[in-house]
């Protein structure tokens, strides 16, 4: 699975828009980008994955750039239950790869 | 909602100890992981199953056995519990097919002393 990159920290403001870059330069062309994130205390949750198109679910926006090098999660308008670890995770989807392989994220403080 | 539970949120065993970290989940799911998640090293992989009474070793399963007796309950089994395994453990679960998505429990605090 390629290797991502995403910077350590990052504040938001209540209400503003969260966009979480993450940078997948070894990108292959089979491999999705997937989104999950961990709320203190908890087990990660799932968010959003793409491929190469641009995705949106009730959560999150995910933009992939044409190159599909990075792509950046947009949380629309963040609230302070956002607050959390937010890892991009770039794999292969298919049957006998179900490994995810988790950096260290970025961490996503909401500021009141 | 998918829902993965585990047995203790909080455990402290002695070293020697063994231990059993228990998980189940209700959404009749094939695949079931254990991962360990420690400050600065991420979540790592321990083992996975993709099916009863199979098993995979995952990036570090030495220390570890597990066992899947019943499809919905995945076990991981610590033979002899050393400090260096003190660790938040997080099981989760998947389904086949088009189901892409992890669920994953809400975690085991382990402290070996």
């Known amino acids: 699975d390629a290797k991502t990159t995403q910077p350590p920290s990052m504040d938001c403001a209540e209400g503003r828009a969260a966009n979480l870059p993450c940078n997948h330069s070894t990108i292959s062309g089979n491999e999705y980008v997937y989104w999950y994130r961990q709320i203190h205390s908890q087990g990660p949750q799932y968010i959003i994955h793409?491929?190469?198109n641009n995705e949106t679910n009730e959560m999150a926006s995910l933009i992939i750039t044409e190159d599909r090098k990075s792509s950046t999660l947009i949380l629309p308008h963040a609230t302070l239950r956002d607050t959390a670890v937010y890892y991009c995770?770039?794999?292969?989807?298919?049957?006998?790869?179900?490994?995810?392989?988790f950096g260290t994220g970025t961490r996503l403080t909401i500021i009141p | 909602d998918v829902k993965v539970t585990q047995s203790s949120r909080y455990l402290v065993k002695r070293t020697g100890e063994k231990v059993f970290l228990e998980c189940v989940q209700d959404m009749d799911h094939e695949n079931m992981f254990w991962y360990r998640q420690d400050p600065g090293l991420g979540l790592r992989l321990i083992y996975f199953?993709?099916?009863?009474?199979?098993?995979e070793k995952g990036d570090i399963p030495e220390g570890y056995s597990v066992s899947r007796e019943k499809k919905e309950r995945f076990s991981l089994i610590l033979e002899s519990a050393s400090t260096n395994q003190t660790s938040m453990y997080l099981c989760?679960?998947?389904?086949?097919?088009?189901?892409?998505?992890?669920?994953f429990g809400p975690g085991t605090r382990l402290t070996v002393t």
């Open positions: 989760a679960s998947k389904g086949l097919g088009r189901e892409v998505r992890q669920y």
């Open positions: 995770i770039v794999r292969v989807n298919n049957f006998g790869n179900e490994k995810l392989t």
């Open positions: 793409g491929l190469k």
């Open positions: 199953s993709y099916d009863v009474k199979m098993k």
